[in-house]
């Protein structure tokens, strides 16, 4: 049996390791631009000489004396796994920081090759490296390469399988007790960065200061944030609306063609009119709702990590959370939770305490996902942001969601500082964040990276569960006993609650049936108030604002029913990714249990304000 070599890829955080080990075996593997992402060793083939080395992309660590997870693994490969070579992917616009790391592994295995990634944002900024100086200087080959510009792989490649073709000499050495070795590697990449780089002054670097300035200034950075937030949600707005509509009117195009082909072929009424009418309408409106906005969203979401400002998302936040004893990381799990809550309960990986990952899991929900924006929207622009101009309403439409997502993280700070002072005591960690220079965006890996890792995958879920409560959903609204349906007994039951919170018992209905999926609270909504059976598609905001007024809504029930849709229990989806992240069912309960029971205290307040005035 032939032994392929195996090559380990180590490497700090943000320094394009992944885009390396995409480069080498032609994988598709994510990049993020906060530290911490990756949290897994991936694992991909190349071949050279006719033969095949395996490359393992460790996760980002900038130290093998382990304080993370994350470290832990790359620790526990390189020393206990022995691979032939290991790669140390460096920036070589921040070389001396990258070093610490790779004198270690060089002390570790004596197998080390260092890999200088980002020569060419290095160029642009002035920076220049003496390759053959800092390779003496570290007693290790060296290799300076551009990944994403595809420079350097093939010498890269070639110096690897030379490293694994090479006896090994037993030339490493045990590392020194911690504070003492820290000292000393710090010392040492100190002194080898000031023999091999020389940096010209002004250029690049002094421009991205001046941009940080702003963005992460104690005075710019939060209104930076909001407008950004505003801008995202009007181009979401504005630019799903049209396809929307498109996907909509196909999809009930093929409903009428599919349901007279039931005819034609003789399917029983009950069977088609289930499957037809219960589980395609359902799956025909979540797909017609929450692709486009999803089409949109990500990409511009995925932009913002390319260019390197979601760590400074967390930067600006960082302070508010330590105020709630939680960590600055939650920030970035908020931001992916505005995509989908699911997303954003699996990313609170990169928190390393388990008490304040814990906070992060539970309060996550806070941020409205894309599943919640139709509703969102259709009510802040029917009752607060309607106007004859189209741009204007979606303007202002925009402003009053951003607005209400800033409500949402209030609820995060507030329900975070309070779970850690009960349940989950404990004093805030501190962590290493790492502010990336900023990047050009690629646009070709971004389309890709947003529709095929987050867009399709995240609608594919959904559809899984949708298909299900549609079923359901037509099941309660045919079924009659005592001449009602069971859906109307159950919203005549739920009536007195619904009215406390100050809307009514069809809306409370809505929402625990839409459990599933957030896209079909609408819908449901409007099929119990029209008696029609199945789930109705009106996109018409003046017949809509009519037919809710007709059934008693004000301004005070819309506000009641955005309040409630911004804070109730999470997805079915999330609700699973929760369980299966925290292995535990009693913390998924807490999850449901938090943001229900806050929404149900701020819509009986609401409400009970507004009948006092």
Not at 406 to 427: A, H
Request: net charge neutral; hydrophobic share 50%.
């Amino acid at each position: 049996m032939n032994h392929k070599p195996v090559i380990a890829l180590a490497g700090n955080p943000n320094v394009g390791k992944s885009t390396v080990f995409n480069e080498l075996t032609g994988l598709r593997q994510h990049t993020g631009n906060w530290p911490g992402k990756t949290v897994a060793c991936a694992r991909g083939e190349f071949t050279r000489n006719g033969k095949t080395y395996t490359l393992v992309d460790l996760p980002g660590t900038y130290s093998l004396m382990a304080h993370s997870a994350e470290e832990e693994i790359a620790r526990d490969f390189i020393c206990e796994e022995h691979p032939d070579a290991v790669i140390i992917v460096c920036d070589a616009t921040c070389l001396e920081r990258n070093l610490n790391l790779a004198l270690q592994i060089r002390q570790m295995t004596g197998r080390g090759i260092l890999c200088v990634n980002l020569c060419d944002e290095a160029r642009r900024k002035g920076i220049d490296v003496d390759f053959n100086m800092l390779s003496d200087l570290l007693r290790m080959p060296v290799v300076s390469c551009s990944a994403s510009a595809k420079e350097g792989m093939e010498e890269l490649a070639a110096a690897a399988v030379r490293m694994c073709e090479t006896p090994c000499k037993n030339s490493a050495l045990p590392l020194l007790p911690d504070e003492q070795a820290a000292v000393s590697f710090i010392r040492e990449a100190e002194e080898i960065s000031a023999r091999a780089v020389s940096q010209n002054p002004g250029g690049k670097r002094r421009f991205d200061h001046r941009i940080d300035r702003l963005v992460t200034g104690p005075r710019t950075g939060i209104l930076l944030m909001f407008l950004l937030l505003m801008g995202i949600f009007w181009l979401t707005i504005t630019g799903s609306n049209y396809p929307s509509q498109l996907l909509s009117r196909l999809f009930f195009r093929l409903q009428d063609v599919l349901m007279d082909a039931a005819v034609a072929a003789g399917m029983p009424v009950l069977l088609r009119e289930a499957l037809i009418l219960g589980i395609y309408r359902v799956l025909a409106w979540v797909v017609s709702v929450m692709l486009p906005p999803m089409a949109i969203f990500f990409p511009l979401f995925t932009i913002l990590e390319d260019l390197g400002y979601l760590p400074r998302v967390a930067f600006n936040l960082d302070y508010l959370f330590k105020k709630c004893s939680a960590c600055g990381k939650q920030a970035l799990t908020m931001c992916m939770g505005l995509g989908c809550n699911a997303v954003g309960v699996t990313g609170c990986r990169i928190i390393d305490s388990p008490r304040e990952r814990l906070i992060a899991v539970l309060t996550n929900s806070f941020m409205p996902c894309n599943g919640r924006f139709p509703t969102l929207l259709a009510l802040i622009t029917i009752f607060f942001a309607g106007s004859t101009a189209a741009a204007a309403s979606s303007l202002a439409g925009a402003l009053l969601l951003a607005l209400l997502i800033c409500l949402g993280i209030l609820m995060t700070f507030g329900v975070s500082w309070l779970l850690s002072k009960t349940v989950l005591k404990g004093m805030p960690s501190s962590f290493t964040l790492e502010l990336p220079p900023y990047r050009r965006p690629q646009i070709g890996k971004i389309l890709i990276r947003s529709i095929l890792d987050r867009t399709l995958f995240v609608l594919g879920r959904a559809v899984a569960i949708a298909a299900p409560a549609g079923l359901l959903i037509w099941l309660l609204a045919n079924t009659y006993a005592g001449g009602q349906s069971l859906l109307q007994w159950g919203t005549a039951f739920l009536d007195p609650l619904g009215r406390l919170m100050g809307m009514d018992g069809v809306i409370l209905m809505a929402f625990i049936l839409g459990f599933p999926a957030n896209e079909i609270v609408m819908p449901i909504i409007l099929m119990c108030y029209l008696s029609t059976g199945t789930l109705v598609s009106i996109d018409d905001y003046t017949q809509l604002r009519q037919i809710f007024t007709a059934n008693g809504w004000t301004w005070v029930t819309a506000l009641c029913t955005i309040l409630f849709s911004l804070m109730h229990w999470p997805c079915s989806t999330t609700c699973l990714t929760m369980c299966k992240e925290t292995g535990s069912w009693k913390w998924t309960f807490l999850g449901i249990l938090i943001p229900a029971l806050c929404g149900f205290v701020l819509c009986t307040l609401v409400h009970g304000i507004a009948m006092l005035l």
